[in-house]
């Protein structure tokens, strides 16, 4: 019996790492990642989430990749992407949902690279968190570059709250941070009707 379990348990976690792969990602799909860096926790506790980054899959008409604000925006390939959310105390779990919109992307698919090419590709990363500026963060970069082709009807900015970890907000910024300003976090995409959840690997 005990053999038993240990082979139910094994072939479960078999079939979840095989419940989504590379080839089942499609362009326009949102990543959302829970990343365990000390920031991204704190981006976590004030969303009240699981998720302290994003990306969206992209396509140069060969190969799919991953398009996303850090550092700078840019791509990377779709597996390396999914690595950021590896740790050191769990080294071969991937924590990450995959979000597909349910709007109309014919728009987005036919003219999303030519679009990332010319005004976003290499645009710096906004680590003032600011909308109005000319650099992104990561879920302003989704919003701004997704927005521009298909034309999101629930996903829209809230203003901001820092009040849950003001003190780490206030060291972050050196100034006293931007409450109520408009801006976006991964979270809003989980909880928007223009998407759809179809994988989550702590399911």
Request: charged share 25%.
């Amino acid at each position: 019996m005990k053999n038993l379990l240990v082979i139910l348990f094994l072939l479960a976690i078999s079939l979840k790492s095989q419940a989504f792969s590379i080839q089942d990602f499609k362009v326009g799909d949102v990543i959302l990642l829970d990343l365990d860096c000390p920031s991204c926790q704190i981006i976590e506790d004030e969303t009240g989430s699981r998720f302290s980054h994003s990306g969206v899959v992209i396509s140069n008409g060969r190969e799919l990749f991953v398009a996303q604000a850090l550092g700078k925006v840019h791509f990377v390939r779709i597996k390396t992407f999914l690595e950021f959310s590896r740790t050191r105390f769990a080294p071969r779990n991937q924590k990450y949902v995959v979000l597909r919109p349910v709007l109309n992307l014919r728009n987005f698919k036919k003219n999303h690279w030519k679009l990332y090419k010319n005004k976003y590709e290499n645009v710096s990363f906004d680590h003032s968190y600011e909308w109005d500026d000319e650099t992104l963060y990561c879920s302003e970069f989704l919003f701004k570059f997704m927005n521009e082709l298909m034309g999101f009807k629930d996903l829209k900015t809230y203003k901001m709250d820092y009040t849950r970890n003001w003190e780490f907000w206030t060291r972050y910024f050196g100034h006293t941070p931007p409450q109520g300003k408009e801006g976006l976090a991964p979270d809003d995409f989980y909880r928007s009707s223009d998407f759809k959840v179809i994988f989550d690997s702590l399911l």
